[in-house]
């Protein structure tokens, strides 16, 4: 809630190339840009089903409820599954991480940097 | 029908008291955030004190509008299954928000969607642009909650009531301009929230009360929808509305690219990260808003097929071509039918729930619009930064009250369209000029100035132009804006396939172009700012 003071210019950029920020900048992206290309695929997979495969997606499942039907509600458990896998990933591998480089930051001076 | 206007406009006393409870308390709860709104903090990120369940539901309130509610149990109503791509591509896009938007927003920005897409820029031109482009966007969205507001009125009031249409719109407007500047962020996200409980506890109870009839069974709740459709199993079948040729194929296409593409472009869900304490806090607001959105989108299946099984597509259309009043005339139904007591009470608390819908949503659209004005255009490009806090809130809320006189203005042409699809229009709009330049402007260091606003203005111009030349605005003698006139020549109703291309290549054709080069210091200070949250307000 309390913002630590402003840090420094130089600092941002030591800590851009500390081995820390790399680790957590490659644990976000490598969970966060391959997921967001696998559920964009998935759901365009869904829409073209829809507009050029409908005799398949007309295929009955149990009684009035067909594959349409049940490939959208799958579009919901996954939107479901990736947003608690995400949850989960965040709160392991980025948040310790996060915490640790600003702990870092607060304890350098900011006097520090600017006499490199 | 006449006889459900008339029934109706008996009740009408018991619908206007219980709104007005919902406006009395709303009213209350601004006034009481007003007292404790003191510096710009307050009045654009409600002091940024919101917990991230708290900001979940207001942003559940800001995202299940008219076009949510209304719009897409209408749809699902006349058109059965095509309808229900409306909701899972809503409720999808949050994922692009989640992963990729939400937490660098959070803490590269202080109070708006320009703010952490000029950090590392020149300021002015990005400002400008985003500015503009926040305005645009929020513009398309109001004029679907009042399109909404307007179809209700008539629903309530009977085919007479033009004049009275007119006069709910206005004052639809002036309550919202009273929420956004006495109660500032702080008021209207406690105006979300109240709102987001009461839409919940709706849906609900009219689900329950549909799946009762069908003894919980799915299965014939859709038998009886595609029976009473008069369309045997096309009903059921994707195809109704976007199958019937190879344009409406393209159609579909490109309306499930912008939905999916548009959420995490639009300010009014942007501004309201600013109002966590931290990038944590946003994300959590953004897990919980995915659970309480999806579970009212599934909730519109039961709405939407329950409207075509129990109403008929026929009474529907009756009422508003578009399909916006299924979910109310359904709670008349429900509640016993036309001219029971039952049915005007479960008509007149839908209703109100309805209306605080729309005042609710339209409250956080004009904050988002009225503060991108004063912090960006105003305080940053005209003042230059000089403007004091004092006069940039005060600029914000005289923005706020010329945002609603041109809401109001342009609602009265639109009242022919679908709620839901007027809505897709602003997230194509979000998706082709704002997605792009907040995604390169996070993550692609070569990006820079010329980039950003090349795609901001590419993407806006293109999708807005082919809007204006699409058969919503003219060549449709049903359903257009103008059905008098035709000068479409773009086959889509939706911009987004051609207009989100656009904006990207835009951005980066900008960038490869420009003299200037990106500043690498700005960028590893965005970098580590947003990661990390160091420096973050």
């Known amino acids: ?102 702990g870092r930051a607060a304890a350098v001076p900011v006097v520090e940097g600017s006499a490199e | 029908m006449i006889q459900l206007a008339t029934s109706a406009s008996e009740h009408r006393t018991l619908i206007m008291s219980l709104f007005g409870v919902f406006v009395i308390a709303t009213l209350g709860i601004t006034l009481w955030a007003g007292r404790q709104t003191k510096d710009a ?45 409306y909701s899972i591509g809503f409720l999808v896009a949050w994922l692009v928000a989640l992963l990729l938007v939400a937490e660098p927003l959070r803490n590269s920005g202080r109070y708006t969607m320009a703010d952490a897409l000029a950090f590392r820029m020149r300021q002015r031109p990005v400002r400008t642009a985003a500015g503009i482009s926040t305005i645009v966007v929020s513009i398309f969205y109001l004029l679907a909650q009042m399109v909404g ?31 956004v500047t006495v109660g500032g962020m702080k008021g209207t996200t406690w105006v979300q929230i109240v709102k987001a409980v009461l839409l919940i506890a709706g849906a609900a109870l009219m689900t329950v009360m549909v799946l009762a009839k069908y003894h919980f069974n799915l299965s014939s709740l859709l038998g009886a929808a595609s029976d009473a459709s008069g369309k045997g199993h096309a009903f059921l079948e994707p195809g109704l ?31 309201r990260f600013y109002t966590v304490p931290t990038a944590r806090a946003a994300r959590k607001s ?22 075509a099984a129990l109403v008929g597509p026929k009474t529907i259309k ?10 109310p005339l359904l709670a008349e139904q429900l509640g016993g039918g036309a001219g029971s007591t039952g049915g005007a009470v479960l008509l007149a608390v839908i209703s109100a729930v309805a209306f605080a819908t729309i005042l609710a949503v339209v409250a956080g659209l004009t904050l988002a619009s009225s503060s991108s004005f004063a912090h960006d255009l105003w305080a940053n490009v005209i003042r230059r930064g000089k ?39 602003a997230f194509a709009v979000a998706a082709s000029a704002n997605l792009p330049t907040l995604l390169y402007s996070l993550f692609w260091k070569r990006f820079n100035t010329v980039g ?17 030349f699409s058969p919503v605005v003219s060549g449709n003698p049903r359903t257009s804006l103008f059905p008098h006139s035709d000068f479409h020549w773009f086959p889509l109703e939706n911009p987004g396939l051609i207009s989100i291309p656009v904006g990207f290549l835009a951005g980066a054709i900008g960038t490869w172009l420009a003299r200037e080069q990106a500043d690498p210091a700005k960028y590893a200070e965005l970098e580590v700012r947003s990661l990390t949250g160091l420096g973050a307000d």
């Open chain 2, 241 to 271: 509305k976007y199958g019937l040729t190879g344009t409406t194929k393209l159609d579909f296409l490109s309306l499930g690219l912008a939905l999916v593409l548009g959420t995490a472009g639009l300010p009014h869900i942007l501004v």
């Open chain 1, 1 to 102: 809630m309390t913002p630590p003071p402003e840090p420094a210019p130089e600092q941002f950029a030591r800590i851009e190339e500390s081995p820390e920020f790399r680790r957590l900048r490659s644990s976000f992206r490598n969970f966060a840009f391959p997921v967001t290309a696998g559920f964009v695929l998935w759901y365009l997979l869904y829409v073209l089903l829809s507009c050029y495969a409908p005799d398949l997606m007309s295929t009955k499942v149990v009684g009035n409820i067909n594959l349409a039907l049940v490939l959208g509600l799958l579009q919901f458990a996954s939107t479901f599954a990736i947003a608690a896998w995400y949850a989960r990933h965040a709160g392991r591998r980025l948040d310790p991480r996060a915490a640790v480089i600003r």
């Open chain 2, 387 to 425: 403007a004091s806090e004092k006069e940039e809130v005060a600029s914000a809320k005289l923005a706020a009250v010329a945002i609603g006189a041109i809401a109001i203005v342009l609602s009265i042409f639109a009242d022919k369209l679908n709620a839901a699809a007027l809505v897709a229009l």
């Open chain 2, 452 to 468: 950003a606003v090349s795609a901001t203005y590419a993407g806006l111009i293109t999708s807005v132009t082919l809007v204006i």
């Open chain 2, 41 to 85: 903090a307050d009045f654009y990120a409600g002091g940024r004190a919101f917990t991230g369940f708290q900001n979940g539901l207001a942003i559940s309130g800001d995202y299940m509008s008219a076009a949510s509610f209304l719009g897409i149990a209408g749809l699902i109503a006349l058109f059965g299954y095509d309808g229900f791509l």
């Open chain 2, 286 to 307: 953004v897990l919980w808003a995915i659970g309480i959105i999806g579970v009212f989108y599934l909730m519109t299946l039961a709405l939407g097929f329950g409207a």
């Open chain 2, 149 to 179: 507001a307007g179809s209700l009125v008539a629903l309530l009031l009977g085919v007479s009531g033009d004049g009275a249409k007119r006069w709910t719109i206005v004052a639809v407007g002036a309550l919202m301009v009273i929420y």
């Open chain 2, 318 to 327: 009756a009422s508003n071509a578009a399909g916006n009043t299924a979910a």
